[in-house]
């Protein structure tokens, strides 16, 4: 089992940044890639951005360029600095994890989960 426990979420104005923290506790070893969802009041879960063990990373294009994310593989903890926030950032982010060869396109792939961190961006 592995637990994920993400904070940092809150209220921010349009232009300004957030940054995300979610550690991962129990079976760390159990998998390489750590990353974000988010998913918007109504809409479905969509993939923001991973990074692996070995530092590649991956992102959506709608954060290109204004997300960055990070980890401390020391501390099994992944960051997600969000920049130039839009109110279209709007959404609940969710923490995963995902074994070697899991495709992040695809959500239901995704080994753990965390419970999410609301962030509202006001335009």
């Known amino acids: 089992q592995v637990q994920l426990v993400e904070s940092g979420g809150g209220l921010v104005q349009a232009g300004g940044s957030l940054r995300l923290s979610c550690a991962a506790s129990g079976r760390t070893s159990s998998f390489g890639g750590m990353g974000w969802f988010r998913q918007p009041l109504g809409k479905g879960r969509e993939f923001v951005t991973s990074i692996w063990r070995g530092g590649t990373t991956a992102y959506a294009d709608s954060v290109k360029g204004r997300f960055t994310i990070s980890r401390d593989n020391a501390k099994n903890t992944v960051y997600l600095q969000m920049n130039r926030l839009e109110a279209e950032d709007t959404a609940v982010y969710y923490c995963?994890?995902?074994?070697?060869?899991?495709?992040?396109?695809?959500?239901?792939?995704?080994?753990?989960w965390g419970k999410g961190t609301l962030v509202t961006v006001s335009s």
């Open positions: 995963a994890v995902a074994s070697y060869g899991r495709r992040w396109s695809d959500p239901s792939a995704m080994d753990y």
